[in-house]
């Protein structure tokens, strides 16, 4: 069974940071691309940031320079620092991994407020 839990979320003044984690179970993690994808009120879900396999990022426009995507293959975890946070980075973030199925987290909320 594959279980991919977010863990990290809470609030956060402007300005601030948090780590989000993503502990994976029941894929081959190390074969797997990850992401991190937000969905805040009333929009659509969108790609946050990626890593591949091999450890090849790539970041939304809105996020570089500010978010650093990262895995650890010996714990089964992708995270994502977010430095910087704004107001307009509130939303719930989920978690990614890319296969013949993607499989999604439940999520984690991240508030910052300003």
């Known amino acids: 069974q594959v279980q991919l839990v977010e863990s990290g979320g809470g609030l956060v003044q402007a300005g601030g940071s948090l780590r989000l984690s993503c502990a994976a179970s029941?894929?081959?993690?190390?074969?797997?691309?990850m992401g991190w994808y937000r969905q805040a009120p009333g929009k659509q879900r969108e790609l946050v940031a990626r890593i591949s396999s091999i450890g090849s990022t790539n970041y939304a426009d809105s996020v570089k320079g500010r978010f650093t995507i990262s895995r650890d293959n010996a714990k089964n975890t992708v995270y994502l620092l977010m430095n910087s946070l704004k107001p307009e980075d509130t939303a719930v973030y989920y978690c990614?991994?890319?296969?013949?199925?993607?499989?999604w987290g439940k999520g984690t909320l991240v508030t910052v407020s300003s």
């Open positions: 990614n991994s890319e296969g013949p199925i993607d499989y």
């Open positions: 029941g894929i081959i993690f190390s074969f797997s691309a």
